[in-house]
């Protein structure tokens, strides 16, 4: 009955199109680039050989292609770092619509340096298409997820913000679609594989001139309510809100009081330390849960766990489709039924269990082929706890934890932070892997357990509150007797 009631007011107005359009030009990138680059990387690497050959005649040393190759893969995570550290800037200055808007004409311009290289025979522009992709990915990541909290109701509050998580595993689906040997997975094709995401950034640049602002930045920050009302009326259809407005009308106030924070100011705040080491954790529990490495080196890991060369793309697609069948799961059935707080340690304790297991098989592989295809299930599994837990869930806490006087900044603060995190293990798992073999996946099953017992023990429900009530139970937080609050609050789990 409940997930039948958010389809059925999503239909109302123009809230579930607008959804779908944030997601091809929000997380619907990043997802489609992290699983992307994969099947191109043999290409990439004989076409940076021909370009070196080309110019100077000789083949290039194995060190020299390794270290372009290198600079190719972490420089869209270096993009994505001041991507994530521009929210502030364009949020704050041209609105979330306008900024989704310059997002994807940054995009777009990327795909068209990106398929100019392979005729300029310049892996230079490969380089810079990849900045500008990381960069796209990181504001646009950011930006969506603060659009999509902003104009939703506080009811399906988790199932809409929970759509940026769901897009993110459609994009990582197409790219490895795509990246297919009978569809664009060709050598002769490789750039414009890389490319296809700017279809979609071009649709949301033509379509989302025409669709509301969210109404949070309208009655908060430009102080119009007749605006905010009509875009809410746009939305989610004919109505009063007046639920809505007065839980903005009461968090305006308490901006009145407290104007908006710089990411500096922010981290200095005791009223909201609790809330930005909680998302800290929780981000840097997933970036080292193992699953961003899971899907980057996707293809090495299946190799090294014994699956067949030629099988390993039909695994990652197996992935891609259990992702995004458990995220609409979750948006639809669980995250408003279940609550936030069981999904994180519920998901997290299955996680770390089944990378323990996947320690043992990768130890047993030489028993016999059928050991590769537990070893393969059991990521899977990882994967599908993953996305109906902190995956889709994670970008819906973000959007709760923060009133909108912190929110940019705090925007501005876990997105660097996560960028750093994937750039630094997109350059350290290789080596990772080849020091600690299978036992690599015990560190991440330790990082699992960890995050677990922190969201059992010191993550408020979120559920159905406003954000001012959710400021006051991480404020009521103290463990042994001490609270990062002025006041002495009441102990909470601890």
Avoid at 313 to 339: D, H, K, P, Q, W
Avoid at 478 to 487: E, I, R
């Amino acid at each position: 009955m409940g997930s039948f009631q958010q389809l059925k007011q999503l239909t109302r107005g123009n809230a579930l199109f607008l959804i779908i359009i944030l997601g091809i030009g929000g997380s619907f990138q990043t997802g489609y680039h992290i699983t992307g680059l994969s099947s191109s990387s043999p290409y990439i690497q004989r076409f940076i050989n021909s370009s070196w050959y080309d110019r100077y005649e000789e083949l290039p040393p194995p060190q020299t292609v390794t270290m372009i190759w290198s600079l190719i893969v972490s420089m869209f995570a270096v993009g994505g770092l001041f991507g994530a550290v521009s929210v502030k800037l364009f949020s704050g200055k041209f609105g979330r619509k306008k900024t989704m808007i310059y997002n994807s004409i940054i995009s777009i311009a990327a795909a068209g340096v990106m398929l100019a290289s392979k005729q300029a025979k310049s892996y230079e522009m490969i380089i810079v298409a990849r900045i500008l992709y990381g960069f796209s990915a990181g504001l646009g990541c950011s930006t969506h997820v603060m659009y999509l909290g902003e104009i939703a109701p506080i009811k399906i509050r988790g199932a809409v913000t929970l759509t940026s998580a769901t897009f993110g595993c459609l994009g990582k689906l197409f790219g490895q679609f795509f990246g297919l040997s009978e569809i664009l997975g060709r050598e002769d094709l490789w750039n414009v594989v890389l490319c296809v995401p700017a279809f979609f950034s071009l649709v949301q640049v033509l379509v989302l001139p025409f669709l509301p602002e969210a109404p949070r930045y309208l009655f908060i920050e430009k102080g119009d309510e007749k605006a905010c009302k009509k875009a809410l009326q746009s939305l989610w259809g004919q109505g009063d809100y007046e639920k809505e407005m007065d839980e903005m009308l009461a968090e305006q106030v308490a901006i009145d009081a407290a104007p908006p924070k710089t990411p500096l100011q922010l981290l200095r705040d005791r009223t909201v330390r609790w809330q930005l080491l909680t998302m800290f954790i929780i981000y840097w529990s997933n970036q080292l849960s193992g699953m961003s490495t899971i899907s980057t080196f996707s293809f090495d890991i299946f190799l090294k766990a014994g699956i067949p060369r030629d099988q390993i793309r039909y695994v990652t697609l197996c992935l891609g489709v259990s992702e995004i069948i458990t995220s609409i799961a979750c948006g639809l059935l669980m995250i408003e039924n279940i609550g936030r707080r069981p999904l994180f340690w519920g998901s997290y304790g299955v996680m770390g269990a089944s990378l323990v297991f996947v320690t043992v098989t990768l130890n047993l592989k030489d028993s016999g082929e059928w050991v590769s295809y537990i070893t393969a299930s059991l990521f899977i599994l990882f994967n599908i706890f993953f996305s109906g837990g902190p995956g889709g869930t994670t970008s819906t806490l973000h959007n709760e934890l923060f009133i909108q006087s912190d929110r940019i900044a705090a925007f501005v603060l876990i997105g660097s932070q996560r960028w750093f995190v994937f750039a630094l293990l997109g350059l350290v798992f290789p080596f990772l892997i080849d020091t600690l073999d299978s036992y690599c996946f015990v560190l991440f099953a330790c990082i699992c357990l960890l995050a677990s017992l922190y969201t059992f023990f010191l993550l408020p429900e979120t559920k159905g509150k406003t954000l001012l009530e959710i400021s006051e139970e991480f404020q009521s937080i103290t463990v042994c007797g001490k609270s990062f609050s002025d006041k002495r609050k009441t102990v909470t789990r601890l």
